[in-house]
């Protein structure tokens, strides 16, 4: 269905010049048509938002520069529709239903110089999606509430991105490598994602600690996890994680020095043990000796052991 428009386009773009210098028609854009619901003019601008659109629409005139599809419930950006748009410098699909965005979605749309997939409901992006996209400048992905993975080599190849905003997703890890090294980023939007702040996210808090400049509402680019860090602000962990994940001890070591004191202390507290219990046995198998020893004594001789002599002294009182 979407190839339809193929085979005609070719000997459309012959035709328009031709019916052009023959006064037939005004525009291009008006030769190609224009989608229903859609608004058209000869700026080369196609807006479409707010108008309940469930499908990216058909029959989008083909040097379209801008197209406005924001607020509508489009759930796909099919590749073939799109990509025949190599012209397209603007493209806002903020507010829909998209769900994800795949690699072939923009293969072809070098020009695309703006681009809003904000207030859609991504999970992920993956690696190669935005890599076609030589000329993007600036691309808004915010308020995406379940989007919670972004690939790190995801805007690689975007050497002309001044202004990424990523705010208000699910994010809690982003691998900042190769966004560091692009030469044009000035302006990023991290906040109100629930940031880890843990030794895998070093270098995006270092990043932020460094450059805060660039980050769009540093204040509230803050921790959501761990519950200890809560609320803290990047800029201000960049530090410490450098300081906690780059010691000279590892945390194995820390736990093997724990364990050497606990064998130390068990084994001094059991040793303490023994000789006390083996005393008290020394001391009760010396008085068993001398007890015996005196019941032979009195055996032997007739003298009565103190025992004895106490029996006979309590009879005596008892008989008084
Ligand atoms: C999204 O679009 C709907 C109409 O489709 C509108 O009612 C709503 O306010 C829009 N939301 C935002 C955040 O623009
Ligand atoms: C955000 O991510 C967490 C896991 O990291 C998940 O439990 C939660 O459901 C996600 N939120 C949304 C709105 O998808
Ligand atoms: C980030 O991604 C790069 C590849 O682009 C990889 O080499 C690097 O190890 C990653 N860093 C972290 C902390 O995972």
Partial sequence: MRLAPQPSAQPLRLLVPLLLATGVIASPVISAGCPDRCVCDDQLVVQCAGQHLSAFPADLPLATRQLILSNNLIAELPPLGLNYLSDLVYLDCSNNSLTEISESTFGNLRKLAYLDLSFNTLARIEGRTFGPLASLVMLRMTDNPGLSEIHPDAFAENEALQVLDVSRN???????????????????????????????????????????????????????????????????????????????????????????????????????????????????????????????????????????????????????
């Fill in 170 to 320: 699910n994010l809690t890890v982003l691998n900042v490598t190769s966004l560091i090294a692009l030469p044009a980023l000035r302006s990023v939007g991290l906040s109100g994602n629930p940031w880890l702040c843990e030794c895998e996210n070093e270098d995006l808090c270092l990043w932020v600690h460094l450059e805060g400049f660039k980050f769009q509402d540093e204040g509230q680019t803050v921790c959501g996890s761990p519950l200890d860090m809560q609320g803290r602000r990047l800029g201000e962990m960049g530090v410490q994680l450098r300081t906690l994940c780059h010691q000279t001890l590892g945390s194995w070591d820390y736990l093997f020095f724990v364990a050497i004191g606990f064998v130390i202390f068990a084994a001094g507290t059991v040793s303490a043990w023994l000789m006390g219990v083996v005393m008290v046995l020394y001391e009760r198998y010396i008085k068993k000796k001398d007890e015996q020893l005196d019941v032979e004594d009195e055996e032997d001789g007739n003298e009565p052991g103190p025992q004895a002599r106490a029996d006979r002294s309590l009879k005596g009182t008892i008989t008084v």
